[in-house]
């Protein structure tokens, strides 16, 4: 059986992920930049950050990657599902996650991503778990620190599920 437990209610993060928007306003003023959306985990998260973002300069490209293989638990290994449709050379870059357990899936990304010669390149996630991290990674927009919980919903599923949920909430796997 599965039980949800509400743990991040929509206004808050309604709240924050305006604060994060207007933050990135300010911090690429005048700059084109480009935000790349992890599939599928922050399709949510991605659309409603960009009406936050106040810019004529800005675009967006999708990345698929999978180090889960559907269950709770890393595997470690990161494969690239999905490639960029554009040139990301000479634009400023932000990675934008659903959220950051182990640091793999983003270490992983952004050496990848370096080598295509963005102007730069910044993480932006939903969630961190910081207990789990493994490879230590910069994060310059986060909006919340959360417990080492599996958790589901704005996007986030378990084996698919619960993406559609309009808050965060944790899960619990009953057996029986
Ligand atoms: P990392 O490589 O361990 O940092 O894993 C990051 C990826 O694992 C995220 O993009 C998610 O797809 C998935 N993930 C990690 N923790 C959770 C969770 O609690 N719920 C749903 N997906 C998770
Ligand atoms: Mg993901």
Known sequence: M????????????????????????????????VLIGILKGAVIFLADLMRKI?????????MGLSSYEGGTRSTGVVKITSDLKRSIEGIHVIIVEDIIDTGLTL?????????????SIEICTLL?????????????????????????????????????LPFIGVLEIKED
Do not use: M, W
């Open 2 to 33: 599965e039980i949800v437990h509400q743990l991040i209610p929509i206004e808050k993060i309604e709240e924050r992920v305006s604060d994060i928007g207007r933050r990135i306003s300010e911090d690429y003023k005048g700059k084109e930049i």
């Open 54 to 62: 106040d810019s004529n300069q800005l675009t967006v490209d999708f």
């Open 107 to 119: 270490n992983f990304l952004t050496q990848n991503l370096a080598l295509k010669n963005p102007a």
């Open 128 to 164: 961190e778990k910081p207990s789990n991290i493994q490879k230590p990674i910069s994060v310059k927009y986060k909006c919340f620190e959360i417990p080492d919980k599996f958790v589901i919903g704005y996007g986030l599923d378990y084996e698919g599920r619960y993406r559609n």
